[in-house]
């Protein structure tokens, strides 16, 4: 079993900044974040494998940026630019090998409005 423990989101005018961390209980292959907005699935916004460059969203290349601190188990997403699109619940995620199962965080609310 894996405990996810996110921090941060909140609510920024557009062209604003956000930034969300998330601490997981053990070390896996990969760690990162989806997205969820109502009435639609989950989406891959950023992830960040333990032996591969770091992968992004079309949506959001650019202005995104995911950093990890191994040592710590920590996954950060640095969130630039924001958009009223971008408005979701992120979750963060671990996966301990490549192809296996995700483990999820509670989630946390960003809102993108003027």
């Known amino acids: 079993q894996v405990q996810l423990v996110e921090s941060g989101g909140g609510s920024v005018q557009p062209g604003g900044s956000l930034s969300l961390s998330c601490t997981a209980s053990r070390s896996g292959y990969a760690m990162g974040w989806y997205r969820q907005t109502p009435g639609k699935p989950r989406e891959l916004v950023a992830s960040q494998p333990s032996d591969d460059k770091a992968m992004y969203a079309n949506a959001v290349k650019g202005r995104f940026t995911i950093t990890s601190d191994n040592s710590k188990n920590t996954v950060y997403l640095q969130m630039n630019s924001l958009k009223p699109d971008d408005t979701a619940v992120y979750y963060c995620?671990?996966?301990?090998?490549?192809?296996?199962?995700?483990?999820w965080g509670q989630g946390t609310q960003v809102v993108v409005s003027s």
């Open positions: 995620f671990m996966r301990l090998v490549p192809l296996g199962d995700n483990y």
